[in-house]
């Protein structure tokens, strides 16, 4: 018999050995929130600030002192009629307009067949690109394009803004006025201007070698291909995988044989969810691009997409066996005594139920493959392509390799773009999650 006193300490033992653990455990979650808040408050810090900008052309003189955007696209046309030689000129409605050209054959094309889709004047429907004036390119370029791309047109090539020095966001709120000093004393021509590095023209503009001037719209839209090539390709092998395992494989009416193979299966599909992503980038440079190259076309965004659905793989049949296993057995067997066979029951009762717990590996698998690097640089990702994709086979980049290039450029202000480029990252990932949630939620509803 245990003696009172005795299990008293034992009692007392146990509660502060609880309390310990309890202690430990919130200071993990306090650890990851704070590490969590640093990294965010990091990359908002670098993605706004203040800087000082010079020109060429002092914006005030272009419209009398009226901000530029408040002018029309005729104003904003006139002024790089006004202010642009005839070739500049036609270099910018070539690379504004005419988005689709063969550099061999476009100087010697009409315009009505340069330009088919798009608005023009009659009068120049028989002259070649070459042969417009600025006039007429400028009346072109304001009937084509928004009054957002032509500011940016105007700036780029007219003002031409230069970033003499740049600031981040907590500098800015906190030493505003030292900055204001520092600027006066160091660049007295230079004019302080709060900068968002986020904005539309970000979202829609191309890569540059200069940080005023490029963009992520090249890349987003790789990242967007290649994402849908994963999903496409990953989602119905894995749900078949897990459901193979799971529901087929599991079995008594199978020789040991064929159980012992299946079992490797798995555990060799468990141990590939670890395997480093640049593994996975090298099998798919032999693969995809060398072993299969005739049907990819090489380093191309079906390379890629194929490449990250083998990363994500086995997260998605991993998660998606462990939803499947959790269904009640009960469920099974009640369509079984209906007279259903093992695929009406699979189908109808099984994968219906399993649904949610399926769409959160995905959700996992994802995110994984968004934020992912190093299989796209073994692939052939470009770090410098102005080029969108247009297909399959196109030639390509993603955010996270832009991120990567632009943290290794010497300038200041291309941090900044990163840190902008790392926003849309994570803004991205976050809609792919909300999406996958929404639907998740939605078939819980309808299971419940």
């Known amino acids: 018999m245990i003696e009172e006193g005795v299990f008293h300490d034992s009692i007392v033992k146990r509660n502060r050995r609880g309390k310990l653990w309890s202690r430990f455990y919130f200071g993990s979650l306090v650890i990851a929130i704070v590490a969590l808040i640093t990294l965010f408050?990091?990359?908002?810090?670098?993605?706004?600030?203040?800087?000082?900008?010079?020109?060429?052309?002092?914006?005030?003189?272009?419209?009398?002192?009226?901000?530029?955007?408040?002018?029309s696209n005729e104003e904003l046309a006139d002024i790089l009629t006004n202010n642009l030689s005839a070739g500049r000129a036609r270099i910018v409605l070539r690379d504004n307009v005419i988005v689709n050209y063969n550099a061999d054959t476009y100087t010697k094309q009409p315009i009505q067949e340069l330009l088919q889709g798009r608005t023009?004047?009659?009068?120049?429907?028989e002259k070649t690109l070459g042969t417009?004036?600025?006039?007429?390119?400028?009346?072109?370029?304001?009937?084509?394009?928004?009054?957002?791309?032509?500011?940016d047109i105007v700036t780029t090539e007219v003002i031409q803004e230069q970033i003499l020095e740049s600031w981040p966001l907590f500098q800015t709120l906190f030493n505003y006025n030292q900055i204001?000093?520092?600027?006066?004393?160091?660049?007295?021509e230079g004019q302080l201007q709060f900068r968002s590095w986020i904005n539309t023209r970000f979202l829609t503009t191309p890569m540059a070698t200069e940080a005023l001037k490029t963009g992520v719209r090249t890349a987003l839209l790789g990242s967007l291909w290649i994402i849908a090539i994963t999903i496409f390709v990953a989602l119905p092998i894995g749900i078949g995988s897990a459901v193979y395992l799971e529901e087929y494989a599991r079995t008594g009416t199978r020789s040991r044989l064929f159980n012992i193979i299946n079992n490797i299966i798995e555990i060799n599909i468990r141990n590939l969810a670890g395997v480093p992503?640049?593994?996975?980038?090298?099998?798919?440079?032999?693969?995809?691009v060398r072993l299969l190259g005739d049907v990819t076309q090489g380093r191309t965004i079906l390379s890629a997409g194929l490449t990250m659905a083998l990363l994500i793989l086995p997260v998605i049949i991993i998660n998606a066996?462990?939803?499947?296993?959790?269904?009640?057995?009960?469920?099974?067997?009640?369509?079984?005594?209906?007279?259903?066979?093992?695929?009406q029951t699979v189908s109808r009762q099984v994968l219906p139920a399993a649904l949610p717990g399926i769409m959160t590996g995905t959700i996992l698998g994802v995110s994984r493959a968004v934020g992912e690097t190093a299989p796209l640089i073994v692939v052939g990702a470009a770090?410098?392509?102005?080029?969108?994709?247009?297909?399959?086979?196109?030639?390509?980049?993603?955010?996270?390799?832009?991120?990567?290039?632009?943290?290794?450029?010497?300038?200041?202000?291309?941090?900044?773009?990163?840190?902008?480029?790392?926003?849309v990252l994570l803004i991205l990932l976050m809609s792919l999650n909300a999406t996958a949630i929404i639907l998740r939620n939605r078939f819980s509803r309808r299971l419940a």
């Open 41 to 71: 408050l990091t990359v908002i810090d670098q993605a706004f600030g203040t800087v000082a900008l010079s020109y060429v052309i002092d914006p005030a003189t272009l419209a009398d002192g009226r901000p530029l955007d408040q002018l």
């Open 120 to 125: 023009f004047d009659s009068s120049v429907g």
């Open 132 to 151: 417009l004036s600025v006039e007429e390119v400028g009346n072109i370029l304001g009937q084509n394009l928004s009054t957002t791309t032509l500011l």
């Open 180 to 188: 204001v000093a520092e600027n006066a004393e160091k660049h007295p």
């Open 277 to 288: 992503s640049i593994i996975y980038g090298m099998l798919g440079l032999f693969v995809f």
């Open 321 to 343: 066996q462990e939803a499947i296993r959790a269904v009640p057995y009960s469920i099974r067997e009640a369509s079984y005594g209906m007279g259903a066979t093992r695929w």
């Open 383 to 423: 770090t410098f392509i102005v080029t969108d994709p247009s297909g399959f086979f196109s030639q390509f980049t993603a955010l996270p390799i832009q991120v990567y290039q632009w943290t290794s450029l010497p300038q200041a202000e291309f941090r900044y773009v990163a840190a902008a480029a790392i926003v």
